[in-house]
């Protein structure tokens, strides 16, 4: 299907040949070498690390390489190696030095200490070269496979081609920007560290604060095969590597050794805390976590840089800035990125993938629809989630916050009255709709008092038939410090699951999202006056503003209910969906999974990971004006959404049995779960299947065995069962859109900076399998804030220094893959996927993820459970 207009969607992907794969040194390790490591004592404690991760971390601060030992007891079977324990280098390594390395890391493996067991069985002798395309075979296919580490040391190659090269940012600065590697095989701008100082008023103590902030511009690359198999692909991608202004909660340093001052080591540490003399807890010493740094210096290389208590001033060791304020906001911005891909090209002498723009247009419902169910839908929207009467109870404890948020949903629903609600006189919004007010300081504060016994004996949070459905719309604010190192109960944590049990869907709201001024002047506005006072007229009016965090929260708790109008639908049949709309009724699901580890706590035995499973479906039926049932997969089957998602959060955040370990038959009972929640679904309608990468699940959704069979409701399909499946992508894997060329609209002044997509599908063809993707510019970029796009933090004018401390955006980006068609073109699947991600379930904005994964995703994760696992394994 070709497009209207002739144009293309650059990205920071780039094709891969054998010029690009480099070589790399490879030590097999003897036959004996496993049985020796498993006679090694098994880790203990909260903070214990890993035996590889632990040994991995002392060789690269020894040796300054972007070393890796293999697991002996995962080894790959599809390399010339397969079953032997593997060390790999980009270099060649000294063995005496190895040698030495691995006795001085034994010998200091707590209740193992003086023992030296592994040194003797090292062969170091025959490393390579070898050229990585070599390692890389063809199957009968012609798909390339490979051990995962090969393109691992791919990506290596080219970092090493990245960091030979200083990358030019803007003619005006006096010089290119220079990366140092480090040991994860990252690019870090670690000699030229962006900085911006910031004041904030304290939250505990009160006081005004001055600060200082580093931070640096990170690069990723990630080496895989391209959909279907048969080429490789690089995918690059940059982020804001901020340094840590603080100790608390930090676990990983950076480190620049000054015998390897090209290679940034990347270490745990620890910090020992004491209470100062004002009552705060200050840290009383930070060391590094194991023995790397005693290993260092028994190897006879220099000690490690002493890590500082002061973070003050920027050292050669930097902590890695984890959560809470700091000077510098993330993102790198939309004008680094094509700045990077410019540079990319001419290093590796390679163009990069470029999309070219299909006539699959992505477009609005035509209809204005507001962050909520407006009144006048909420009789179909409830008739559509089997629901017969709604209450929300508006539930606080200032009298700021309910003026807040009543006030601005007295404004949406255009009922003055609802803003001087009075407790408990509870106000119909619509037919079958209520919301009620109630002062409950004692249920949202935070503390350990009896919050059951406070909701068993209020009417308002109890139903009056099994068809009624209550909500709750509360405040909260965060923890301070203090709270949190006190330990005290965090309401909101404890309201979610009694809620939870009660069958209540819960949402919160803090304070600090209050916007403020309602006339307050956002960028489109200043732009406005700007060019008003150019041309010599009055200053335009500035239009009321709404409290979008209040609008949002509503929506939310709403589409958590199953309580969604035809605004999908809209989106799904809009006229310029023309042929690629869905010609008859479907079902879409949306199957989510996600690892869950929990967090380990001294004193008790280590809770094995889980795989956490949702899924959420939606009956679609053709027609913009349409309200599309939403279920929910539940132990007592498939419930209306709201129920099911009680249940859920009411229950164990992961099911017995549900996990990757192959040994135990976790993945077949992940597949046997969901063939049994597909098969629970009726077959008078194609079933469409949206869900994420799970390689060790399903192979056939991953690009390297895409077509395998093994895929979501693969014995359904065996049964005649019309199912289609499409991998949805949005995170590191996925290809990050640069800049557009041709096409419509109006070009910016500026010809480096980049142009934004157009609302259509692109498509790449990688050798038989296609990519799709849909691209746009982020929420705040088309609201006028286009710093990001218009400068680098590195060429911000004086003027918008303070931009430093608000997020860079880059271009947004979904990719579809279809696994498996089924009975329907690929242009229906990927328009389906695209159109009901661009208009969200509910409020006006767009979701990465089509709307049934989105909502299979946000059952998860507001499950009481949930742990943010990003932090946890930071």
Not at 260 to 272: G, Y
Request: proline fraction near 8%; glycine fraction near 8%; aromatic fraction near 6%.
């Amino acid at each position: 299907m070709n497009a209207d207009n002739d144009q293309s969607l650059f990205t920071l992907s780039f094709p891969m040949d054998e010029r690009l794969l480099g070589k790399v040194y490879v030590s097999p390790q003897p036959e004996q070498f496993p049985s020796a490591w498993n006679r090694l004592p098994k880790p203990k404690g909260k903070d214990a690390l890993q035996p590889i991760a632990s040994l991995q971390t002392a060789a690269r601060a020894v040796t300054g390489e972007r070393l890796v030992f293999t697991d002996p007891n995962r080894p790959a079977f599809n390399d010339p190696w397969a079953r032997r324990t593997l060390l790999i280098t980009p270099g060649p390594l000294d063995p005496l030095v190895i040698g030495n390395l691995v006795r001085e890391w034994e010998a200091r493996i707590p209740g193992h200490e003086r023992h030296n067991t592994l040194a003797p069985l090292l062969d170091i002798q025959s490393g390579g070269p070898y050229a990585l395309a070599d390692i890389l075979q063809r199957d009968t296919q012609g798909r390339i496979t490979g051990p995962y580490w090969a393109f691992r040391v791919a990506g290596w190659h080219l970092a090493n081609l990245l960091a030979r090269q200083p990358m030019p940012i803007d003619d005006q600065l006096p010089e290119p920007l220079p990366f140092l590697l480090d040991t994860d095989g990252d690019l870090l701008a670690w000699q030229s560290p962006l900085t911006h100082e910031k004041t904030w008023i304290d939250e505990d103590s009160g006081k005004r604060r001055r600060i200082v902030g580093y931070a640096m511009e990170r690069i990723h690359i990630e080496v895989e095969p391209a959909p279907g198999g048969r080429t490789l692909v690089a995918h690059m991608s940059a982020r804001i590597s901020r340094v840590a202004n603080h100790w608390k909660g930090i676990r990983n340093a950076l480190v620049r050794h000054s015998v390897n001052p090209d290679v940034i080591l990347k270490a745990p540490i620890r910090t020992r805390w004491e209470k100062g003399p004002d009552g705060f807890m200050r840290p009383k010493s930070v060391d590094y976590h194991g023995a790397t740094a005693q290993i260092v210096e028994a190897c006879g290389v220099a000690r490690l840089p002493e890590p500082p208590t002061n973070l003050d001033e920027l050292s050669e060791v930097r902590g890695v800035h984890r959560t809470g304020k700091h000077p510098i906001e993330k993102g790198a911005g939309a004008m680094f990125l094509a700045k990077l891909e410019e540079h990319a090209t001419r290093v590796f002498d390679q163009a990069p993938v470029t999309y070219q723009a299909t006539s699959v247009r992505i477009s609005k419902p035509t209809t204005d629809f507001r962050p909520y169910v407006p009144a006048d839908r909420i009789a179909p929207a409830l008739a559509s989630a089997d629901i017969a009467a709604l209450r929300t109870v508006v539930v606080y404890e200032s009298a700021e916050w309910k003026r807040r948020v009543l006030g601005q949903l007295a404004r949406d629903y255009s009922l003055p009255a609802l803003a001087e609600l009075t407790d408990e006189k509870p106000l119909q919004i619509a037919p079958g709709f209520e919301l009620v007010a109630m002062h409950l300081p004692e249920l949202v504060r935070h503390g350990d008092q009896d919050r059951a016994l406070i909701l068993n004996s209020l009417p308002w949070f109890k139903r009056s038939t099994e068809r009624d459905l209550v909500t709750a719309l509360c405040e909260t604010r965060y923890l301070t410090d203090q709270e949190q190192e006190n330990r005290l109960t965090d309401a909101k944590h404890a309201l979610k699951a009694l809620f939870a049990e009660r069958g209540i869907p819960s949402q919160f709201i803090t304070m600090d999202s209050d916007p403020g001024d309602p006339y307050r002047m956002n960028m489109r506005d200043r732009v406005e006056r700007a060019k008003a006072r150019k041309a010599g007229l009055p200053d335009p009016a500035v239009d009321y503003k709404d409290d979008n965090a209040v609008q949002i929260a509503l929506g939310s708790l709403q589409s958590d209910s199953g309580i969604i109008d035809n605004r999908l639908a809209a989106a799904t049949f809009h006229r310029n969906a023309k042929d690629t709309a869905l010609d008859r009724e479907a079902v879409a699901v949306g199957l989510w999974t996600r690892l869950h580890r929990f967090e380990e706590t001294n004193g008790r035995p280590k809770r094995a990971a889980v795989l956490a499973i949702t899924l959420v479906a939606m009956r679609i039926t053709p027609g913009e004006d349409e309200y599309w049932p939403t279920l929910m997969y539940s132990d007592q089957g498939w419930q209306r959404l709201a129920r099911a998602r009680a249940l859920h959060h009411a229950g164990p955040i992961g099911k017995k049995g549900h996990h990757l370990r192959k040994e135990q038959k976790g993945p077949d009972n992940v597949c046997d779960y969901v063939n049994r929640a597909l098969a629970a679904l009726t077959q008078r309608y194609p079933i469409i299947v949206f869900t994420e990468q799970r390689k060790g699940i399903w192979p056939g959704l991953s690009n390297e065995r895409l077509g395998d069979p093994r895929i979501p409701g693969q014995q359904l399909i065996a049964q005649g069962w019309d199912i289609s499946v499409v991998r949805i992508g949005n995170g590191q894997g996925t290809p990050q859109p640069s800049r557009r060329i041709g096409g419509g609209g109006k070009l910016p002044k500026n010809p480096e900076q980049p142009v934004m997509p157009e609302k259509i599908l692109y498509r790449f063809d990688h050798g038989g399998a296609n990519s799709w993707l849909l691209a746009g510019q982020s929420r705040q970029h088309a609201g006028g804030q286009r710093t990001g796009t218009q400068h680098t933090r590195r060429t911000l004018p004086s003027g918008q220094l303070a931009q430093m401390s608000a997020p860079f955006h880059a271009m947004t980006r979904s990719e579809y893959v279809v696994a498996h068609p089924g009975t329907w073109h690929e242009e229906q699947l990927t328009g389906l996927a695209a159109r009901i991600s661009e208009q969200a379930a509910m409020w006006d904005g767009r979701t990465n993820l089509p709307a049934p994964l989105h909502l299979a995703k946000s059952a998860d994760e507001k499950h009481p459970g949930f742990i943010d696992q990003e932090g946890l394994n930071d």
